[in-house]
Each structure stands twice: as structure tokens, then as C-alpha cells.
């Protein structure tokens, strides 16, 4: 049988989400700045006997699931070698590029990634979806992507 895929459009599928974030490893982007972000999937398997290869529902569940952690938060990147951070129990300091920057803890999402590219975003959603979906050996890939805004994103693919 051949492998096909089924699509969630997070646009379409509402799997969106507004953060804000820095990358001080592309000067460009080291302001403070916000996106209106989406994330979509494929999930590239085998259908069953019914012609299903995952259910759609769970698919979204799991994404809406992830990215409510991320909405309307600052996105800081823990491991980059290019940001200070400090944290007592109030608030969150980042430094990076000769700017100081104060949030209050609530307000930020610290995230175990180098970068808040979307290409970093979207291997870390891809990380957490694997992790929380229920995937068997018909299932030959997934992708994950992430736009920052309509029309301009990254895809990742991790083949299973």
C-alpha cells in the first residue's frame, strides 16, 4: 500500500497563537518584536482498512493542547549562548544585544531551544507532538510547521 498524508492547516484549523520574541543571533530580529504565529501538520503513514491514517481531531487536540502554553507569552530562549537571563520568583531579566529587558515570570515561556526562529519553534512543537501522540508503525513521517504571520513560515520533517 502506498504512504499518503493528511494535512491540518493551522489557519484554517485555528492553531494559532501571539508571542513575542527576540533573536539576538540574527541582528535583524534581535528587537522585541510579535507574530501572529500558525502551526500545521502532516502526518505522512499508511491508511488503515478504513482509509484513515490518524484521526484529524486528535491531531488538532494535541497541537491546541501545546500551543496554549505559548500564546500571548514572551518567548525566551533558555539555551542561547547570545542571552542573560535571570529569574527570581517575580519577574524575568534578559539581556542580549546591550539591551536589558524586565517581564513578569507569568508573561514569559522559557523554552529549552538555542533560538525562537521558527525554525527552532517548529522542531520543538514537532519534539512535543511526537512525544504526545499515540503513533504506531503505520506512520511513516511527521511535519511540523510554523508561520509568523500568513504566507511566511518553517517546516520540519522527522521520519519515523
Request: with cysteine.
Amino acid at each position: 500500500m502506498s504512504s499518503s498524508y493528511i494535512h491540518v492547516d493551522g489557519w484554517r484549523s485555528n492553531l494559532r497563537f501571539s508571542a513575542a520574541h527576540i533573536i539576538p543571533e540574527y541582528e535583524k530580529c534581535g528587537r522585541l518584536h510579535g507574530h501572529s504565529y500558525a502551526v500545521h501538520a502532516r502526518i505522512f503513514g499508511i491508511p488503515d482498512d478504513k482509509g484513515i491514517i490518524l484521526d484529524f481531531s486528535v491531531v488538532k487536540d494535541v497541537l491546541r493542547d501545546i500551543i496554549k502554553t505559548f500564546d500571548h507569552k514572551v518567548l525566551i530562549p533558555e539555551q542561547s549562548s547570545k542571552v542573560d537571563i535571570q529569574q527570581d520568583q517575580k519577574s524575568i531579566r534578559l539581556k542580549s544585544l546591550g539591551k536589558e529587558y524586565l517581564f513578569p515570570v507569568e508573561d514569559c515561556m522559557l523554552l529549552p531551544i538555542t533560538s525562537t526562529s521558527a525554525e527552532s519553534l517548529a522542531g520543538y512543537i514537532l519534539s512535543l507532538l511526537l512525544e504526545r501522540l499515540s503513533l504506531d508503525d503505520t506512520i511513516r513521517a511527521v511535519e511540523v510547521g510554523v508561520d509568523e504571520g500568513y504566507g511566511q513560515g518553517a517546516r520540519i520533517r522527522k521520519d519515523l
